[in-house]
């Protein structure tokens, strides 16, 4: 006996399973490919930046290093990494010259000719600050985060708390006690704005900068928590998604072909 329905109309069967084969082809190969970005993705833009730092410090340290140590004089092929290690090398060994009396009595005397220096002077100062504030251990700028009520009432932006303001600038501020922040912009964390705020109107987050900077480049969509545990779940999902589709929407099993469940 034919299962077909005499009442429907000639050929709509057959335009039906060919729309829900279609769907269900279109479904999989969608679920398909975004779990394959998913995993992709990071790892190639990952070893991308890698590689590129690499060669840019290579680039950058080959001038500088003589033909006799340069490990292409030798072979017929660059290997690229060569640059980065004399790097640290170099900048590991100045680091332990310096710390003992005649390196830092080297280091003075290099900063006062500077210092004498009319226009290099006030560049090698700011940047000498930058630089100790930022890698020094015992700074405490940007190692934590906060939300202030910028730019309406209401509305909250994440920002990077930094040291208190110098007792020039506090002596001046209407309040006593202030801290310095640092709003950034979204996608760009290297532009934002610095300001001085009073220090009851920052609420403190128990989140890492790494985590906040991860949220305020992707605008949000990384949300602090989203860790390993719910990128694997992510995985999960799509690809459950993709057995349902395939599983739910088959279109070499007809009605008459499923298995009939068992009477209760």
């Known amino acids: 006996m034919s299962n077909t329905d005499p009442h429907a109309p000639a050929g709509t069967g057959g335009q039906t ?8 082809v279109v479904s999989r ?7 394959g970005l998913i995993l992709v993705g990071p790892v190639y833009i990952t070893l991308s930046l890698t590689w590129w730092f690499i060669n840019w410090v290579d680039d950058v340290v080959r001038p500088f290093m003589p033909a006799a140590i340069r490990l292409d004089t030798y072979l017929p092929f660059n290997i690229p990494g060569s640059g980065l ?23 003075a005397f290099g900063e006062q000719i500077l210092n004498f220096t009319p226009i290099v002077r ?9 630089f100790e504030t930022l890698f020094s251990k015992s700074g405490s700028s940007f190692r934590r ?11 909250w932006s994440i920002v990077f708390m930094s040291q ?14 202030h801290i310095s922040v640092f709003l950034p912009c979204t996608p760009n964390p290297t532009t934002g704005f610095f300001f001085y705020v009073p220090r ?3 609420i403190e987050l128990d989140i890492t900068v790494e985590t906040a900077m991860t949220l305020v480049i992707s605008a949000g969509v990384a949300q602090p928590g989203a860790g390993a545990a719910d990128h694997q779940r992510s995985l999960a999902t799509l690809a459950n998604a993709a057995r349902g589709v395939r599983e739910t929407k088959s279109p070499s099993t007809s009605p008459s072909e499923r298995p009939i469940a068992p009477a209760k």
Not at 85 to 107: H, P
């Open 200 to 202: 009851r109107d920052v």
């Open 85 to 107: 290690i004399i790097a640290f090398s170099t900048l590991t060994l100045l680091g332990f010259l310096t710390a003992n009396f005649v390196g830092r009595k080297l280091v």
């Open 164 to 177: 208190p303001p110098s007792p020039d600038v506090a002596d001046r501020l209407p309040e006593a006690e």
């Open 29 to 35: 190969i969608r679920t398909y490919f975004l779990t």
């Open 145 to 155: 985060v906060g939300l202030v009520e910028f730019p309406a009432p209401g509305m």
């Open 122 to 130: 006030p560049i090698y100062r700011s940047l000498k600050q930058v």
């Open 17 to 24: 399973d060919h729309a829900e084969a279609h769907t269900s």
